[in-house]
């Protein structure tokens, strides 16, 4: 990113000397294949990298080159009036502490195990999840799902994987397509269905608390067999 900002800053202060024209410092380009030609040029030769980027996969860097590309775009495009929304600030650097650490993988062994408890991603291996891959995995070995992608984020003290896949749908025909159907939404009822042949169906309530009216129940019993601080009494926080 500083790459390509400190050509913008350079040229500021060449127009602020008189110059102007082909004596001003050249663009440098913040497309993804320029960004990622200038840091394969650099990475060897600079200090900052030359002692530890091969430790870590090429995606790592890809991430942060592609988010930059896309940052400088978006940021060009607001300034001449081509982009919806709110006006886009010039791109600065992410704050190491508080930027959201992710990591994009497009190349390399991508994989949903067939035991639905484990995914292999480059230069990370075959890692455990959490939860259950079944349905993913029952696609892919079906055929009508190819992975794309996988990114790797970490959120609140856990790491996260989220598969972009490319999923086959057949196309479904409607059961009566000479037929329409109006909808009012409700608040007693979540919907209620009447078509063009007087046909007037409801759509009942997901009901929410009441699904979770026993779970809520249990997890009460547990607050309050557990005992706080209390500042008035001086009463000492218990052991959980």
Request: charged residues 30%; positive net charge.
């Amino acid at each position: 990113m500083g790459w390509v900002s400190a050509s913008w800053w350079q040229r500021r202060a060449e127009e602020s000397y008189g110059l102007a024209g082909p004596e001003l410092t050249e663009w440098r380009p913040w497309s993804l294949p320029a960004l990622r030609k200038a840091f394969n040029q650099v990475k060897r030769t600079d200090p900052r990298f030359a002692g530890w980027w091969e430790e870590n996969s090429k995606e790592a860097y890809n991430t942060g080159l592609a988010n930059a590309a896309a940052a400088f775009d978006n940021y060009a495009r607001s300034k001449r009036g081509q982009r919806k929304g709110g006006r886009m600030g010039v791109p600065r650097r992410k704050l190491k502490h508080k930027a959201r650490l992710a990591c994009r993988f497009t190349t390399g062994t991508i994989r949903v195990e067939p035991d639905r408890r484990h995914v292999t991603l480059p230069r990370l291996g075959t890692i455990r999840t959490h939860e259950s891959t079944r349905k993913l995995e029952r696609r892919i070995a079906g055929g009508s799902a190819r992975s794309l992608c996988a990114t790797v984020r970490f959120e609140r003290g856990r790491w996260f994987v989220s598969f972009q896949v490319e999923v086959e749908r057949a196309e479904r025909t409607p059961a009566r397509p000479d037929v329409a159907v109006g909808v009012d939404l409700g608040v007693k009822c979540l919907a209620v269905l009447a078509d063009s042949q007087g046909e007037i169906r409801h759509v009942p309530n997901p009901a929410h608390y009441d699904t979770a009216l026993k779970a809520l129940t249990r997890l009460s019993r547990r607050v309050s067999r557990r005992q706080g601080p209390d500042r008035r009494t001086g009463q000492a926080p218990g052991d959980n």
